[in-house]
């Protein structure tokens, strides 16, 4: 199951990228219901492969950046709170925002036209993408 930027193999998504703080506990809310009724209902064996991965992030035996549901529940204590529990632990730790994240958006949204080149340059730097430490595998 290719997830995205919602579910990644050490942490889930952060909810204010998009929507701003202000927007960000009805995204996390959204992500919650996301990440309970579509990706954790299904089976256990079903193998996770988020869009990409943090220096926190530990690669399976076969040296992909996968991992299967029931591992990911086991590991990851954001996977099993319940929905307030999980909407304020992700807001409680957020990393800052990458700078060129609003221009990222915008072309994810398809509001900018960038060829290839451009492309990998917003991409290059850190992966803020996940929501916070406290959220991480293993925590």
């Not at 221009?103 to 803020?128: K, S």
Request: proline share 6%; net charge negative; with cysteine.
């Amino acid at each position: 199951l290719a997830t995205g930027d919602g579910l990644f193999v050490e942490s889930v998504a952060r909810p204010d990228l998009e929507e701003g703080d202000e927007g960000a506990p009805d995204a996390a809310r959204m992500l919650y219901e996301s990440l309970q009724e579509r990706v954790l209902s299904l089976p256990e064996e079903t193998l996770v492969g988020g869009a990409h991965f943090s220096d926190a992030a530990e690669p399976a035996e076969d040296g992909t950046y996968t991992a299967p549901i029931g591992e990911l529940k086991a590991d990851m204590d954001a996977l099993t709170m319940e929905e307030e529990e999980f909407v304020e632990l992700i807001l409680s730790d957020m990393p800052p925002r990458p700078a060129n994240y609003e221009e990222i958006i915008a072309t994810n949204l398809g509001q900018n036209a960038v060829d290839d080149e451009e492309a990998f340059t917003l991409e290059l730097g850190p992966n803020n993408c996940a929501a916070s430490q406290e959220s991480l595998a293993g925590d």
